[in-house]
Every structure is written in C-alpha cells, then in structure tokens.
C-alpha cells in the first residue's frame, strides 16, 4: 500500500509558542506577512486571546496550516491543475501552473492558503531557508507542502522537528503501526471540521 503522509498534533501539549510557525518560515523560505502555520487561540475574540471573564480565564492553542485533505476542496476547484494530491497523499501546488485566480483560497474551509499579492519582502534581504524550496513569484498561491523538500528525503517537516514540547507527531496514515496511527487510534485523534467531509491528514489529540 502506498505512503499517506500525515500529522498528529497533541493541543494538551502545545504551549502556543509558535517555534512551528516561525521554523516553517525560515525553512520555506516565506516572506514577511505570510504564515504557512499559524497557532490560533481558542475561544477568544481576537489572536492569543484567553476565554471567559477574569478571573476565570483559560487559554488554548490550536495550531493551523494546511490538512492535506484527502478529499481536497482545492483539488477539486482549481482550474488548472496547479493545486493536486501528489503519490505520497500531500497537497502541492505547481507554482508555474498557478493563474493566481483564488479558488483554492475561497474553498479551503481552514484558511489554510496566502496569496503573493505583492513583491516579497523578506529580512533580512535575501532569501533563506532550504535551496530546493521553489521561489514564489506574485500573483501565485502558497501554503503548507508539508516540508516537500524534507519528507521527499525521509526527514520530518521542520515544524515537527523544531517543536520543544514534542506537541506534533508525523508519519504514515496508511502503517497501522506508525507512531501518527498508533495515537490516533489509542488517544481518538480528532479531524477539524470533519463534517465538511473534506478527510484531512492532520489529527489532533484532546
């Protein structure tokens, strides 16, 4: 059986530091005002915000990027091609195929997906991170590849490598006895607004 690659994130772990997002821009090379991953708060009004009323007040993470869905709104809405399922269940984007028309975005119920409305600006003034990521012009979609350039060679995306707290889990869906399935069946991994039957390939533990 062929490899479905996917993730598993424990939210009684993540302590919204966000080295995830921050790893993921160095290595992916992504400009200044985009995130591919994103760690939003959980019940409050705005970002890192807590719940409920002083002095009751609790504070949870949700980290947030692309799911990789199975059954990719995305896939199914782009014109051309550009956004598809590769061979080992990624969602990738063809960057010299993307017209930039946004359908991806509109469809994707995570708002998992940035667009390069302008030049990138990046600090310092070069770019950074892995050599084999591809460099995005404007005018083109971006999102979470899932480390592309990493997971091709056998390594773990940078996010879960760098976590300190060891809050993300990565592997294959498809080996029942992968550490990410092992998790999802004994800690009854969760899927994000699983009733939109978009199937996504990332789980989280409560």
Known sequence: MAKKLGMVIDSKRCTGCTTCANACKMQNNVPMGMLWNRVLTEGGEEYDTSAGVYPNLQKSFLPIACQHCENAACVKVCPVGATYKDELGRVVINYDRCIGC?????????????????????????????????????????????????????????????????????????????????????????????????????????
């Open 102 to 206: 946004r359908f991806c975005m509109a469809a994707c119920p995570y708002n998992a997906r940035v667009f390069n409305w302008e030049e990138p600006v990046r600090d310092p003034g070069f770019n950074y991170g892995d050599k084999d990521v591809p460099i995005r012009k404007v005018g083109v979609m971006e999102k979470c590849s899932m480390c592309k350039e990493r997971t091709d060679t056998g390594l773990e995306p940078m996010c879960v490598k760098c976590c300190p707290t060891r809050a993300r889990k990565f592997g294959d869906l498809n080996d029942p006895e992968s550490e990410v399935s092992r998790l999802i069946r004994e800690r009854n991994g969760q899927q994000l607004l699983s009733e939109k039957g978009t199937k996504p390939q990332v789980y989280y533990l409560g």
